[in-house]
């Protein structure tokens, strides 16, 4: 984390205790929902239409869309993203599958295959 970040997040024990409002966590619920919801429009997110097949991901592992909807819901990109970062959102996809599945202590997901 950057000095900046680090003045975001309110540590004890080496644990965040409290994050500034800028930085989106799944945390904050309605905020929460409505990021993932438009992340996964713009993945093309789609369950299985069948048993056995796969979901559909339009994700290109990174983190462009994602940067994209921060910027336009008013969160700061840089420290929303080093927090997903540190719950196992490495890329646009990650996100979804895992971040809030860290937070609340459900372990990793994992991603769907492409």
């Not at 997040?9 to 800028?22: P, T």
């Not at 990021?35 to 991901?57: M, Q, S, V, W």
């Not at 290109?60 to 959102?89: C, I």
């Amino acid at each position: 984390m950057t000095g900046e970040q680090m003045r975001r997040a309110i540590y004890r024990d080496n644990v965040v205790v409290r994050i500034d409002e800028s930085v989106l966590t799944p945390m904050q619920k309605t905020k929460w929902r409505e990021f993932t919801r438009e992340l996964a429009k713009l993945l093309k997110l789609a369950p299985p239409k069948a048993p056995g097949e796969k979901f559909t991901n339009k994700c290109d592992h990174t983190l462009r869309r994602a940067r994209k909807l921060l910027r336009q819901q008013q969160f700061h990109v840089g420290s929303s993203l080093a927090y997903f970062r540190q719950h196992g959102g490495f890329c646009d996809c990650e996100i979804i599958w895992n971040v809030e599945a860290s937070v609340y202590g459900r372990g990793r997901r994992g991603r769907p295959k492409s």
